[in-house]
């Protein structure tokens, strides 16, 4: 229910949830659209349960122009108690396996920070066949106007992104980009061209845009902009060069 954003003092919360208008309305009147686009098609892909994400993959393969799906691994498992699928290595690794074996295209799986332990999620879809990891989602919180006190949100909490969430994604990032063998697509407050060239040097080999595309529109084209003038400044010949390049 409404409203379902509020602005925080450095980032955003939102209770939206996974909203979209559901797989034939996908297949029937988005698609034709996006294959109209000159440009790598990603779709994110959500689901209840396993089958679900099955399901969509399935339909997925029959759209050429879909070159990668990310596993949104924030979604509640209604089989095991509405829990989340990316809280368990377990569920991670049997999930990302049913979808390796089906799915033609390439594989992201994006994980929530809320888990015990990130790393051995990250293996567990690594070992599973993913072939690259998207970190990280929006932390639970909660905002409360003092005079109704009354929750800013109409789902009472929602998830936390922008700047305030930036070094922990960083963080994240970087004892990922220690432990496993595949990319990984820095997500988290990035809200100005220094944050995305930050992310790639703690490990990441791309970047997402979320909240920060909010406040400014153009914050995709200034980041190329930044980073071609950053690699000729510091000597790099390729973004390649300045990758999982902290000096530790």
Request: include cysteine; charge should be negative.
């Amino acid at each position: 229910p409404p409203p379902r954003i509020w602005e925080t003092p450095c980032g955003m919360l939102n209770s939206i949830g996974l909203q979209n208008p559901g797989l034939e309305a996908f297949l029937s009147n988005i698609a034709p659209e996006l294959e109209k686009l000159d440009t790598e098609i990603i779709v994110s892909v959500g689901g209840s349960s396993i089958d679900d994400f099955i399901k969509i993959i399935k339909s997925l393969n029959e759209l050429p122009f879909v070159h990668i799906v990310e596993l949104n691994l924030s979604c509640p498992n209604v089989a095991e108690g509405g829990i989340h699928f990316g809280r368990e290595a377990k569920t991670v690794a049997e999930l990302v396996e049913r979808v390796r074996n089906i799915a033609r295209m390439t594989i992201w799986v994006k994980l929530s920070p809320q888990t015990s332990d990130i790393v051995e999620i990250a293996r567990a879809a690594e070992g599973a066949g993913a072939d690259a990891i998207s970190v990280i989602n929006t932390f639970p919180a909660m905002a409360i106007d003092i005079h109704s006190r009354r929750p800013r949100l109409g789902g009472i909490t929602g998830g936390l992104s922008g700047a305030a969430v930036h070094p922990v994604a960083v963080a994240t990032v970087y004892a990922l980009a220690q432990k496993i063998g595949i990319p990984i697509i820095g997500i988290g407050g990035i809200t100005h061209p220094e944050d995305a060239v930050e992310m790639l040097i703690a490990g990441a080999s791309a970047v997402q845009i979320g909240s920060g595309y909010f406040s400014n529109t153009r914050l995709p084209e200034e980041c190329v902009d930044f980073l071609t003038d950053y690699l000729v400044q510091h000597g790099f010949n390729s973004v390649e060069d300045i990758i999982n390049s902290a000096e530790i």
